[in-house]
């Protein structure tokens, strides 16, 4: 596979990366990881392109975040808060307006220059255990350190949990959240195994990793963002009482066999059999001369296009909103990324939903597809074509 936020130009192809993405299910503490992946600092590199304010809902959601942590910290005297991969700010600029110490910690320059320029604190490095201490002795013990889809994307998970414990203070807490195992299997969302997404998280696995590392799960939220997450918050152990929401999680968790390797070689059948039928659907639109185009050139898209093997025989372009994506070719694939105005110009037969995670937006925007007869094309949780 290549990397999935690689967007590249054609002079760029020869010298495209590639890794053999493969994952794995630990025995030992039911950690479900990729075997292989670039090291971080070849994937979140100066140019790194995705912006977490790139999509409404993700504005929206983060908004909500740091509302509701402005709230937790009331009245708590000169409170300190960290964001782990804060990206271009979208999240801590609030918590900045409201005049509440904060540091992000951002290791691409771009995003980490942008978040400063709304005033948001930042620290362009990678977060581990001696960043940690250091911050720490500069400023103090945090309150509470955050993280949105971050820590799945961090292969030496130790470094983080471990400068966790050394960063927050008595009665603080690590509140992250990432894509979780659970939809992602009851999904049939394969597109969300990709190289940026190390750690596939469910609350047996991260409670055991917290839990050597003198922390403990004490509250779970299940979120629909992202194609679906879970929102982990973890403090020292014995700190807090453990809400019921965590016993609720590993008993679905059970139940789902997400222990299992069973679990995942069924996944494993029926990604094959997705991958198939979309082909085939694919090839009978071409089939009958109809035009098919590619909605949103998400990370996703990179495993559903190279797993599948969908060229520009198939899909003509992906119409995408972001700017540093137009003009450039997707990974591995190759397919012309182009902008928005490109998808209604004129509008193709059929729309292959790639930012299935922002269906409900998309759609309400583009009515105009529809109502000309366009047809969606989704993939997950099974291929459906529209009548
Ligand atoms: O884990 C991650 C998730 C949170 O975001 C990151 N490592 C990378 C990224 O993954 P993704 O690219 O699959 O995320 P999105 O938010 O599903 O990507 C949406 C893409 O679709 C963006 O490139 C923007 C584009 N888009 C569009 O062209 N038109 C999105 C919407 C809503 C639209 O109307």
Not at 85 to 95: F, K, P, S
Not at 216 to 237: C, K, S
Not at 299 to 324: R, Y
């Amino acid at each position: 596979m290549p990397r999935s936020n690689r967007f590249i130009s054609p002079d760029e192809i020869a010298s495209e990366h590639w890794f053999r993405l493969a994952t794995g299910l630990c025995p030992a503490c039911k950690m479900v990881q990729v075997l292989e992946a670039p090291p971080g600092d070849e994937i979140f590199t100066a140019d790194y392109s995705y912006l977490t304010s790139g999509t409404t809902a993700m504005r929206g959601h983060l908004k909500g975040v740091a509302q509701s942590l402005k709230l937790e910290l009331r009245g708590r005297p000169d409170p300190f808060v960290v964001e782990l991969g804060c990206n271009d700010g979208a999240m801590l600029h609030t918590i900045a307006e409201a005049g509440i110490r904060h540091l992000g910690v951002e290791p691409t320059q771009v995003h980490a220059d942008y978040a400063a320029s709304r005033g948001v604190s930042t620290l362009t490095e990678f977060f581990n255990a001696e960043l940690a201490t250091r911050i720490r002795d500069t400023s103090g013990p945090a309150d509470i350190i955050f993280a949105a889809n971050t820590i799945c994307e961090i292969q030496d998970i130790r470094q983080v949990f471990d400068g966790a414990a050394i960063l927050l203070g008595p009665e603080g807490m690590l509140i992250f959240e990432d894509p979780y195992l659970g939809d992602l299997v009851e999904k049939n969302a394969f597109d969300q195994i990709c190289d940026e997404h190390v750690f596939y998280f469910s609350v047996h696995s991260v409670s055991e990793l917290a839990q050597r590392c003198g922390l403990e799960v004490i509250d779970v939220e299940h979120l629909p963002v992202g194609g679906g997450e879970l929102r982990y918050r973890l403090a020292r152990r014995g700190c807090y009482q453990t809400k019921p929401s965590v016993q609720y999680h590993l008993a679905r968790e059970a139940r789902a066999g997400l222990s299992q390797l069973e679990t995942f070689v069924a996944f494993a059948e029926r990604v094959h059999s997705i991958a198939r039928q979309l082909t085939d659907v694919l090839s009978e639109c071409r089939a009958r001369g109809q035009r098919v185009v590619g909605y949103g050139a998400t990370m996703k898209s990179a495993t559903v296009t190279n797993f599948c093997h969908i060229t520009t025989e198939l899909v003509e372009f992906v119409c995408d909103t972001t700017p540093a994506k137009q003009g450039l070719l997707t990974p591995g694939a190759h397919l012309p990324v182009r902008p928005p105005e490109a998808f209604a110009d004129p509008y193709p037969d059929v729309a292959l939903m790639f930012a299935w995670n922002h269906e409900a937006e998309i759609r309400a925007k583009e009515q105009a597809f529809t109502n000309s007869g366009g047809r969606w094309l989704r993939y997950v949780p099974e291929v459906a074509l529209e009548r």
